[in-house]
């Protein structure tokens, strides 16, 4: 199985696009998801969920790809929309009413039409957050990302941690697939199981075969790095050179520009 | 004091790793530039602790202790750092994925170089060179973990050739791979041996795919060496090499038997299937030896009024990807109860898919799968447990309990064993294993074919009736190989069990399956008795697939009545008149 998120050489505007200039459009985006919660903020949200839609689209990856990410989001957004839908503070039109259980200031029993729609509004929230990062991460190649972050002067380590997490996240989800087969085999069946059973007790058998095979794999990659100089004491050589153009800083224009606009949105009402 | 034009020298060499356990003893070994040094052993030798100690891995990344002298391209790994030792020495494991950890070919090759402040230019010549050295130009672009098993290594190998070293190791590069990526990698290596500017170490259990590469064969054995020199030297002891658990290639073989009748042991590491069949000819028309075709009568059909226990019916599989990849496309067949199956084919050919089908795994978009009739859908998974065990290939995604008597525990109680039949069973597996002695050891203390033995007392356990192991013999040495492979047979003798084994190694399965199934991109390509779809030269070629050696013999031998049927050396032997006995 081949991770989702994961670097595609494709010729677009977005994928030629300075490395920074990504970076920049990741940064803010973390801005926008920071501002006050509010539960009129639906329309800001929208609009950097938009332009991120516009950066998707432009950059050719697939709608597959976003709906993975949706389906990893699809439980916790569940829980948001329930969660908020009954005990919401500024909640006050039912829109399902299953009794009456009153905690303070709210009503355990009844969803209200605003706390669901607060929900909506923290759903989407997330949705602008976790959209950013594997744009960014499926358009740029990890030697420019490695290039662009020594640019701000990050060190070559961290770097290469970011870069070796990215790969290490889809080994493990590879192993834990892997290791759920082999239980199977022996009539251990995770799937099959409740959260409940799942929390007691069916994670050791899952667990510790996963931590055991990622330190053995964790030391392979270790001699595979330091024995490729990993670690020497001189300034890596930059292999992608990456300059800005004319176009770039057009982009950039255009990510600011967004920005500025969701700020107003935001703050001059 | 060490030699100038020695590229490699190690004089009474012992190191121990942390916590005394003495890995190498007395290593004494010396290579010129351009020389190709082969280090034979089965596993547990000191072959990869060789390849440590000459990259600088061990002190630097193991710990241990060590004696003797040890030089390298000019410099003891022991007392420079690693990346010193990285500008003159490279090294490529086993296992292609924890080497390759860039986005592109391009930037996997420069990763090295690029960590010692090569400058750019420099770094994209070597690479572009490293890249035709390999054949793997017009990659550059291309994820490496998309590529397949044999272009993984060799994109491995070409990221440590933009190291520029001197000296080059390499430990057991194509043990993971299928038969075409083998054929790929050596090639590869052979290119560079022509060069003749690097000192190449390799490591293998593969004897066959080095021996016309190598100058210097070293065996070793518990850490000592028990053979050392010239290829014809080394090879023309197939006894000692047997003892310490290194397989004779097989032409190597045939032709000892043969030679004390059909001519001199010289040149033994060069020998071809002509030559050796060429000298059983003069031995025969000589009157030294004689024909006899019956000794081996032909396979017999598979016992039709056998009823079928495992049937696939239109099977197709596809992988959502990305990219997607059909896996199985409307594959048919039956297993007959009690049948020995090898089934074989490329990477990539559907083997594992088929038999995650058979387990219950994997659930065909198209057709379905049967057990004695009844759908496997309809099974529970305890209810197919219990029925069709699959050992896979990496016994360390089961393995977590504290013992190896647990770990068969385990499984037992999970398909709802009585608690009084538990440990009778437990003790049988281990006893069938041979690892009654390790009963409460835990499970990562043995070695890796001890774990893959526990790994099969453990589906062994549940009393299946039809086994299926995948590719046991990957990564594993000659006598692993075939104590796994007699495992099996023993389960399918004294059990009437139905056994399925997929393997690359020909020899073995030429041995011990009565049925060969050859699949190809998917689809069945070859299904028949053993011998009779090892006839089929020219079709086994669309699937990389080589047929045993003694089979080539025979086949080459058929004019003067040898059976085309004849598909192992003991097969040849009778008919040879070398050995007494009745049918294989």
């Known amino acids: 199985m081949q991770p989702v998120f994961r670097y595609t050489h494709v010729d677009t505007p977005i994928h030629r696009l300075h490395p920074l200039v990504k970076l920049a459009y990741v940064l803010l985006t973390l801005v926008v998801v920071m501002y006050p919660i509010q539960a009129s903020d639906m329309i800001v949200l929208l609009t950097w969920l938009a332009f991120s839609a516009v950066l998707w689209a432009v950059a050719r990856i697939e709608l597959a790809r976003f709906a993975t990410l949706f389906k990893i989001l699809a439980g916790t957004f569940v829980f948001l929309l329930l969660i908020q839908g009954f005990t919401y503070r500024g909640g006050h039109t039912p829109l399902i009413t299953l009794g009456h259980l009153k905690l303070w200031e709210a009503d355990l029993g009844v969803i209200t039409v605003e706390g669901v729609w607060f929900g909506l509004v923290l759903c989407v929230r997330i949705l602008v957050a976790t959209s950013s990062l594997p744009l960014f991460v499926m358009t740029t190649p990890a030697s420019a990302i490695m290039t662009a972050l020594g640019k701000l002067r990050v060190p070559q380590t961290a770097t290469f941690m970011f870069i070796s997490a990215l790969s290490f996240t889809s080994l493990i989800f590879e192993m834990w697939g892997s290791i759920v087969e082999a239980q199977k085999l022996r009539a251990f069946d995770i799937d099959s199981m409740n959260l409940v059973k799942r929390a007691v007790k069916a994670y050791v058998p899952i667990i510790t075969p996963l931590i055991l095979l990622l330190f053995r794999r964790a030391n392979d990659f270790q001699i595979a790095m330091e024995t490729k100089g990993f670690g020497a004491p001189v300034k890596p050589t930059e292999i992608e050179v990456v300059s800005a153009r004319l176009a770039d800083y057009l982009w950039l224009a255009l990510v600011l520009a967004v920005f500025a606009f969701c700020t107003w949105l935001e703050f001059a009402r | 004091m060490v030699s100038e034009d020695l590229a490699i020298s190690l004089s009474d060499v012992t190191f121990s790793y942390e916590g005394d356990v003495v890995a190498l003893q007395g290593l004494n070994l010396a290579a010129r530039r351009g020389e190709f040094v082969v280090v034979l052993g089965a596993n547990g030798a000191g072959k990869s602790t060789l390849c440590y100690l000459l990259s600088g891995i061990v002190p630097h990344i193991y710990g241990g202790r060590r004696r003797g002298e040890v030089s390298v391209a000019g410099l003891d790994p022991w007392d420079v750092p690693l990346y010193e030792t990285s500008r003159r020495l490279g090294v490529l494991m086993q296992d292609p994925e924890v080497q390759l950890f860039m986005p592109t070919l391009r930037t996997e090759l420069a990763f090295g170089p690029a960590n010692l402040g090569v400058p750019r230019e420099e770094i994209l010549r070597r690479s572009r060179e490293a890249l035709s050295l390999v054949r793997l130009d017009g990659l550059e672009e291309h994820n490496p973990r998309d590529l397949s098993g044999g272009q993984k290594q060799r994109a491995a190998l070409a990221a440590v050739l933009t190291m520029d070293p001197r000296v080059l190791v390499l430990d057991e590069p194509t043990s993971q791979l299928d038969p075409l990526g083998r054929w790929e990698v050596v090639e590869a290596i052979q290119r560079l041996k022509e060069k003749g500017e690097l000192t190449i170490v390799m490591t293998t259990h593969e004897t066959e795919e080095v ?63 002509r030559q050796v069949a060429d000298d059983i000819r003069t031995s025969v028309q000589a009157g030294r030896l004689r024909i006899d075709a019956a000794a081996v009568p032909p396979p017999r059909p598979p016992d039709a009024a056998r009823p079928t226990i495992l049937e696939a019916r239109r099977l197709s599989v596809r992988y959502p990807g990305p990219p997607p990849v059909t896996a199985l496309r409307d594959v048919s067949l039956e297993i007959r109860q009690g049948e020995f199956v090898g089934i074989i084919g490329q990477n990539g050919s559907g083997k594992s898919t088929l038999v995650k089908c058979f387990a219950g795994l994997l659930r065909p978009q198209e057709g379905e799968v049967l057990f004695r009739g009844e759908s496997l859908s309809r099974l529970s998974v305890g209810g197919i447990a219990r029925r069709i065990g699959l050992v896979l290939q990496n016994p360390d995604y089961q393995l977590f309990t504290a013992s190896c008597s647990e770990e068969i525990r385990f499984g037992l109680r999970n398909v709802g064993v009585p608690r009084d039949e538990v440990e009778p069973r437990v003790r ?31 589906t062994m356990a549940l009393g299946p009736e039809v086994l299926i192991m995948d590719e046991p013999t990957t990564a594993q040495d000659h006598r692993g190989r075939y104590q796994l492979a007699e495992l099996a047979r023993r389960f399918h003798e004294e059990r009437g069990a139905t056994v399925l084994v997929i393997t690359h190694d020909v020899d073995l399965i030429a041995r011990y399956a009565q049925r060969l199934i050859v699949l190809c991109e998917g689809r069945v390509l070859l299904d028949g008795a053993t011998a009779e779809v090892f006839m089929q030269v020219e079709e086994l070629k669309k699937s990389f697939v080589v047929p045993p050696v003694a089979a080539q013999v025979a086949r080459a031998l058929a004019p003067l009545g040898v059976p085309p049927h004849v598909i192992t050396p003991e097969q040849l032997y009778r008919v040879l008149g ?6 294989a």
């Open chain 2, 211 to 273: 021996l016309h590469l190598a100058d210097q064969v070293l065996v070793l054995e518990q850490g000592r060496t028990v053979l050392q020199g010239t290829p014809a030297q080394v090879f023309g002891q197939p006894e000692r090499l047997e003892a310490a658990g290194v397989k004779t290639p097989a032409l190597v073989h045939i032709r000892s038997r043969v030679c004390p009748v059909a001519g001199s042991p010289e040149g033994v590491a060069d020998v071809t299937v």
């Open chain 2, 578 to 583: 070398l050995v007494q006995g009745g049918a």
């Open chain 2, 428 to 458: 049988e597996a281990l006893r069938l294993v041979g690892l009654e002695a390790q009963a409460e050891l835990f499970p990562f203390r043995l070695s890796f074919g001890d774990r893959r033995k526990l790994a099969v007392a453990a």
